[in-house]
């Protein structure tokens, strides 16, 4: 028993999430990487790590703190969870730094350069203080800490600055005062370009057109001497949700965003220069435990602003341009609802234009053919198009039906202003199901005569995702699909009802059994001596009893071949030879988002897209839905994005458990990587669409 355990290890999720952000990092350690797209993956490391340590942190220190003797062994596993992830974080720290600074020298060799106040000259000076007078003054006020008891108010998402301020006393003493503000990004941006010169460009981060401005800042109160350092802290982002039945999901949604802002501090992160007096006096108007993380930084916080660096006309410094392709077959003045109704039909976003979709919806907004629309929503864009689609669809006299997931972890308070905009048009809006968060993401179109349609994505409904994540988008009338499909809002009105689904995986209801039950064949399949493998494409597999599965199927002698983007509690490094059980870890301009899985079920192959990952939140604590595609076209393009994915060296890291990260390796590789291999295979093939007339 104790053997088996030993061969089949368990990585702790949180711990594999560590080594997936260093994969991003790793990205933007490549040389050959486009200069401002490192600074992009800079910026996007540390908002991951940021949004890691509101959420994941949180609920790790909440289980250590846990001292009822029931929890006892939870609470010590989850102490030890965060004092690994401290461990790794400071480790990666380091490495962080290090990327930062070799980046910034790049950028000087290609004539960028981010100066500090210190390094002004006096013509540039000048123009920050210009600047300042004409964009900054008004928006920082600065509060005394010795005014304040705690920084309970302060907001985690912005960025401080802590000032030691010196005066003469009356007698000649050198007195320090101590005050604090946060830097207006929103407003004003992090970062400020100076006039160029000599073909050279200048950028300085506000927070150093402040230091230059501080006796503006502070005038009139006669200081002579100022120091300022920067600060930040990470709140508990998780959200209490009162229990109290008599309040409705909405109210406790809105209560509990309230909470958010008001979560406990459990990172701070300073400007190692900070002076000690001016540090103690920070630390105590927060109130950290012996768990939470204080550790020392850089002079600048908040790198996640990097994402919003200032562009610059060079090519060369950027990825080079991917345009979006417009499909053919599916463009042109006939009915797209009347094409789809004749074949499958299939998008990758965001190779393929999410304007198609956004025509899906339009024409069935106004075809009068079109009964009803029912479509679940988990993200939407700021000025979705997808809802403006279904007000219109309301207003023209169809039975709209929206479910709206109030609990989409960021997007809570925007996904309650849409909901209220659709009632206000006359959509049915529903709020999910109470302890079940509806994360399918599903569209059914009632038509009144003929075969009903319906598109199942792999990812949001969301014009802006569709451009940075890689999602399919299935379009079908098939009757048995369509049906299930509309069942589901069904199952979702009445989460306890008995609704069996033949062709959907759908959960919390069966997805897992039925997961397994494909694995087991291709175990069976296997002792049998007919084909039997599996390859997916996922972006989470934490689930202890489907890991445990894989672990079986490997050990049965069936071919495991995975590509998965995030976390992953497989480890690989140890298993015997005659194991194969491959993970490979994409990194790369887009974000791999696509849940593909394909069973070789004894030759005939099995395809299944959908939005579920084999984590335990997918398959136990949410409404997910995965569709098999049966269209061979569309089955055989969804093989294809999988065995590139598998094929992709230049991109791809290895994941084995350990952390390594190395170079993937396989016996077919790409010449580029799978997404700029994808891409021009998609736009050779619309060539010949365009050429020949195809269907597509």
Not at 339 to 349: E, G, M, P
Not at 415 to 434: D, M, P, R, Y
Not at 447 to 467: P, Q, V, W, Y
Request: aromatic fraction near 10%.
């Amino acid at each position: 028993m104790g053997k088996k355990k030993e061969s089949r290890p368990y990585l702790e999720r949180d711990i594999s999430w560590m080594y997936f952000n260093r994969r991003v990092l790793q990205e933007a350690c490549k040389e050959e990487v486009p200069l401002l797209e490192r600074l992009n993956f800079l910026g996007i490391y540390s908002n991951n790590l940021d949004e890691f340590f509101r959420v994941r942190v949180a609920s790790q220190n909440r289980v250590a703190e846990w001292d009822g003797r029931a929890g006892l062994r939870e609470s010590r596993a989850a102490a030890g969870i965060v004092r690994q992830i401290n461990k790794i974080n400071n480790r990666y720290v380091k490495d962080f730094e290090l990327a930062v600074k070799q980046v910034n020298k790049s950028l000087a060799e290609n004539g960028i350069y981010i100066i500090p106040d210190t390094e002004a000259d006096e013509e540039q000076k000048e123009y920050i203080r210009r600047y300042y007078q004409e964009r900054i003054d008004g928006f920082i006020v600065p509060v005394w800490l010795s005014a304040v008891k705690h920084l309970d108010y302060e907001t985690d998402e912005k960025i401080y600055l802590a000032v030691k301020a010196g005066r003469y006393s009356q007698t000649g003493k050198m007195l320090y005062d101590y005050a604090y503000f946060s830097l207006p990004v929103r407003s004003c941006g992090r970062f400020v370009r100076l006039p160029d010169r000599d073909g050279r460009s200048y950028i300085m981060y506000i927070d150093d057109v402040v230091r230059c401005c501080l006796p503006k800042v502070f005038e009139g109160n006669g200081y002579v001497s100022f120091g300022a350092y920067t600060f930040k802290f990470t709140r508990d982002a998780e959200m209490e949700i009162d229990n109290d039945q008599r309040s409705g999901i909405l109210q406790k949604i809105s209560k509990g965003l309230k909470s958010r802002k008001k979560g406990e501090p459990l990172r701070f992160i300073y400007d190692e220069d900070m002076p000690e007096d001016l540090l103690r006096r920070v630390l105590g108007k927060l109130d950290l435990g012996e768990r939470d993380t204080v550790m020392k930084g850089g002079r600048y916080q908040n790198h996640k602003d990097l994402m919003k660096f200032p562009d610059f006309p060079d090519s060369t410094l950027k990825y080079p341009p991917m345009r979006t392709i417009h499909r053919s077959s599916l463009d042109g003045p006939e009915s797209i609802l009347e094409k789809i109704r004749i074949q499958d039909r299939f998008l990758h976003v965001p190779y393929h234009s999410f304007d198609t979709f956004i025509r899906v919806l339009h024409e069935a907004a106004t075809n009068r053919n079109v009964r009803s629309l029912k479509i679940t929503l988990y993200r939407l864009a700021k000025d979705s198009k997808v809802v403006r689609a279904l007000i219109a669809a309301a207003r023209n006299g169809k039975k709209v039906t929206v479910v709206i997931e109030l609990l989409a972890r960021f997007d809570e308070e925007s996904n309650i202003q849409w909901s209220q905009k659709l009632e206000e048009a006359g959509v049915k809006v529903i709020f999910g199901v109470e302890g079940l968060k509806v994360h399918s993401k599903v569209l059914h179109i009632g038509m009144k005569r003929g075969a009903d349609l319906a598109c199942i994505s792999t990812g949001n409904f969301h014009e802006g995702n569709a451009r940075t994540y890689t999602d399919c988008i299935l379009m079908t009338s098939s009757r048995r699909i369509v049906k299930e499909v509309e069942e589901v809002f069904d199952f979702i009105e009445r989460p306890y009802a008995q609704i069996r689904f033949k062709e959907l995986l759908v959960s919390p209801n069966e997805m897992k059994s039925r997961f397994i039950t494909l694995i087991n064949n291709e175990i069976k399949n296997k002792k049998n001596g007919k084909p039997a493998y599996i390859r997916a494409k996922v972006n989470h597999i934490t689930d202890p009893e489907m890991v445990g599965k894989l672990y079986d199927a490997a050990y049965a002698g069936v071919e495991i071949d995975l590509s998965v983007r995030g976390n992953c509690s497989l480890v690989t490094d140890r298993l015997p030879e005659n194991c194969h059980l491959r993970i490979n870890g994409i990194i790369d301009r887009y974000l791999e988002h696509s849940r593909i899985f394909i069973f070789a079920a004894a030759g005939e192959e099995k395809v299944f897209i959908g939005s579920a990952d084999w984590m335990p939140r997918n398959l136990d604590n949410r409404i997910e839905v995965v569709v098999p595609v049966y269209d061979p076209t569309v089955k055989q393009e969804m093989k294809r994005i999988v065995d590139y994915a598998l094929r992709d060296v230049r991109q791809g890291r290895t994941v084995d458990g350990t952390g390594a990260n190395l170079p993937w390796t396989c016996g077919n590789p790409l010449e580029t990587g799978s997404q700029y291999a994808l891409y021009r295979y998609y736009h050779e093939l619309e060539e010949k669409e365009r050429q020949y007339g195809c269907n597509g």
